[in-house]
């Protein structure tokens, strides 16, 4: 009876923890359709609420807007917004900011959580995953001796908080495990284990056999 109970409750808990999560964003991305005049909402238009439509709304905004930032009128106008908002006091601060780590974050040429590593953490013997995020910067390289990388330690089962680091270089392994293996690991709390990837010798001992 247990066994049956328990093996329900592994089916099911993912499925409905995934629909959860999909709903919660869906009626979040939904808000977007109070941006819009009330008479061209949909509601107001069909007679009855039609859940999706924000969702939908959203992406096709932020595709329509990396459409027109891509191509040279639109990187001008971006530029213009930049430089106007720079002017603006408070507000260029938080904007500045943010933009820094959202470029970091998402850019193609940006290193941020490109590498999953091993690192001690919090003491020498204990092993944990991190992600490098760059290197020290600013003053902090003045009173590091050496090289050093920075990376960010993520709490489980919410990778979302957890710990900045600086390390030596020498005291970071760089893991051969994608990000997103890494991060399917710490959040099941080390109970999925990635697929072992085959390395190089192995690969040419295969060849061999064939």
């Known amino acids: 009876m247990k066994k049956y109970f328990i093996t329900g409750l592994l089916v099911l808990v993912p499925l409905f923890i995934t629909i959860w999560v999909l709903v919660t964003l869906i009626h979040t991305m939904d808000?977007?359709?109070?941006?819009?005049?009330?008479?061209?909402?949909?509601?107001n238009l069909v007679g009855f609420e039609l859940?999706?439509?924000?969702?939908?709304?959203?992406?096709?905004?932020?595709?329509?807007?990396?459409?027109?930032?891509?191509n040279i009128f639109g990187r001008q106008l971006i530029v213009l917004w930049e430089s106007f908002l720079a002017r603006v006091p408070f507000v260029k601060t938080i904007y500045s900011s943010v933009k820094?780590?959202?470029?970091?974050?998402?850019?193609?040429?940006?290193?941020?959580?490109?590498?999953?590593?091993?690192?001690?953490?919090?003491?020498?013997?204990?092993?944990?995953?991190?992600?490098?995020t760059g290197v020290p910067g600013g003053d902090v390289v003045n009173h590091l001796h050496g090289d050093y990388v920075s990376i960010y330690v993520p709490t489980t089962p919410n990778p979302t908080s957890g710990f900045f680091l600086m390390m030596p270089k020498a005291d970071v392994i760089e893991l051969d495990m994608s990000v997103d293996e890494a991060l399917k690991?710490?959040?099941?709390?080390?109970?999925v284990t990635p697929k072992p990837h085959r390395t190089t010798q192995q690969l040419r001992f295969q060849a061999t056999q064939l």
Do not use: C, H
């Open 31 to 43: 808000q977007s359709l109070l941006l819009l005049p009330e008479a061209w909402r949909p509601k």
């Open 51 to 70: 859940p999706g439509v924000g969702a939908l709304l959203t992406l096709v905004t932020i595709f329509v807007t990396g459409l027109i930032a891509t």
């Open 100 to 132: 820094q780590v959202s470029d970091t974050l998402f850019s193609d040429s940006g290193n941020a959580f490109r590498k999953a590593v091993l690192v001690q953490y919090p003491r020498q013997g204990s092993w944990t995953i991190a992600f490098v």
């Open 185 to 191: 690991y710490i959040i099941s709390m080390g109970t």
